[in-house]
């Protein structure tokens, strides 16, 4: 029975097998809530079922049915379980109080009624209720967006890194070859130079996420840091020209060249982000005809400082490595040095600076020994030492017989021109996991390079076939994946992958690895 006005209030469920009670209760709640009555557990049942209220009051002694039973069923039901049942009773011992709990009572409340502990109870739960239903819905939207964002990383990851690789190699493959004008040499540096850039940018929006979220992977390898630091200075060469600014580079204290090799362990992406944020933030802030200094040190621990002679403005000071410090920077984000020092966490290390109007500022990044962290997976690393292989490859070149494996059809063409320049004579190629098989079971083959991401079957289940058939589990396998998080590789070292290109990939790293698994 409803017995109140319905415009825009809660709903509020009374149980009771006692006329006077429910009347009681009636009053107590109509000029705040909409009341339904149910003199006893099987209307009160039908009533729930029907049209869900936001709250019951459910007596505990009531005849043929009492209040836990009625309790237990409205849990057992989908359509009513959520809502907040507050059992009335006259008794009050310890034990009724633990049963309905356990049942999924939210609260008790006993006879006789005080109007206001009942309105404020009331108040309370439906306030609860509401919360957890708005949290519920914002798991909902956060779970979607993990969804989209995980579809959006994965389509980023597959398809825009293979045609990127193919912008990034075509162009230095047509640089190798003679009879090219300057002017054309410069044009493909540019795309190439273009292609390299996107593909950062691409890492940069995906990895900074999961940097942030401390889910980033870190896939650790020697970087020649005197490298990475001179290619940051020509990304900035222009600006730094404008005001006529000089770099110079020392490794522990002495001038290092552009041909000098000074290796810490780390990933290129992370100190190449690192520097460019750091070395643009010294261009904007250094004095016209300034010098810019980046010193390099490897004892007591690996680290690197870049030192510039403007100073940062005090105002600033205690909250440069907070999102979205700038200033006087009109198209400045705010975000150069609180990503840096994000990077430098995840190599291992840390971030700090020093400043001041005569000296200048420094930014040093330490780096501790949790920058080469064991089990983490280089670049060109076999990954379970003695699996697959059983002898080393005594065939020439010319006689090797390489399955590709890709449904990027530019990939494939990319991967057989490079091998070719090596040697390779013989290449055979699927599209897809099927055909891989299916060419498998028929041919043989003495090196597969196989993409994980094909349609249907994927990279990996190849590999299992191929581990899984005693006349192919001796046969290299290489696995191409633009994607080298820890959890992919376990899962893949369970499957028997030994070898593993990541995309982009360069020549030079594609024909090492190559020789490397046939000579194993």
Known sequence: MDISPTANKATILAVDDTPDNLS???????????????????????????????LILLDITMPDMDGYEVCRRLKQNPATQKIPVIFISAK??????????????????????????????????????????????????????????????????????????????????????????????????????????????????????????????????????????????????????????????????????????????????????????????????????????????????????????????????DRIFQRYTTSGKEKGTGLGVYSARLMARTLGGDLNFTTSASDGTTFTVVLGSAASPAGYLAQDQTIISGAGQKHAMTKSRQEIKILIVDDFFYMRLIIK?????????HFFEAEDGEKAISFLKQNQADLVLCDWNIPGISG????????????????????????TALSQVEEAAEKGVRNYLAKPFSPDLLCRKVEAVLSQ
């Open 92 to 317: 009050n011992e310890e034990i009724d109080e633990l049963v309905g709990l356990e049942m999924g009572t939210v609260d008790y409340i006993t006879k006789p009624f005080c109007p206001s502990i009942v309105l404020a109870r009331i108040k309370t739960h439906l306030a609860l209720t509401a919360a957890i239903k708005e949290l519920e819905k914002q798991n909902a939207v956060l779970s979607e967006n993990v969804r989209l964002r995980e579809n959006v990383e994965k389509m980023t990851r597959h398809d825009l890194k293979a045609p990127l690789t193919a912008f990034i190699n075509i162009p230095e493959m047509l640089l190798r070859e003679t009879g090219i004008s300057s002017d054309h040499k410069e044009m493909l540096g540019v795309l190439k130079q273009s292609a390299i850039r996107m593909l950062e940018m691409i890492n940069r929006s995906l990895d900074m996420c999961k940097i942030e979220q401390g889910t980033y992977n870190l896939v650790c390898v020697p970087v020649n840091i005197v490298k990475v630091v001179y290619q940051v200075f020509q990304q900035f060469d222009r600006q730094a020209k404008l005001k006529n600014i000089s770099y110079s580079i020392f490794f522990n204290g002495k001038h290092a060249s552009p041909e000098d090799v000074i290796e810490f362990s780390g990933e290129e992406f992370l100190f190449y982000s690192l520097l460019s944020n750091l070395v643009k933030n010294a261009v904007e802030a250094s004095p016209v005809n300034g010098d810019i200094l980046v010193m390099l040190e490897d004892t007591p621990s690996p680290s690197i400082s870049i030192k510039n002679q403007g100073a940062v403005p005090p105002e600033i000071r």
């Open 417 to 425: 021109d490079i091998l070719k320049k090596e040697g390779y004579i």
């Open 24 to 54: 009681l209760i009636s009053g107590i709640l109509r000029n705040e809530y909409k009341v339904k009555i149910a003199a006893n557990g099987k209307k009160a049942l039908d009533i729930a079922a029907a049209a869900p209220p936001d």
């Open 460 to 483: 990996l289940q190849v590999a299992e076939f191929m581990q899984n058939n005693e006349m192919l589990k001796s046969v290299p396998f290489i696995m191409i994946t633009a994607n």
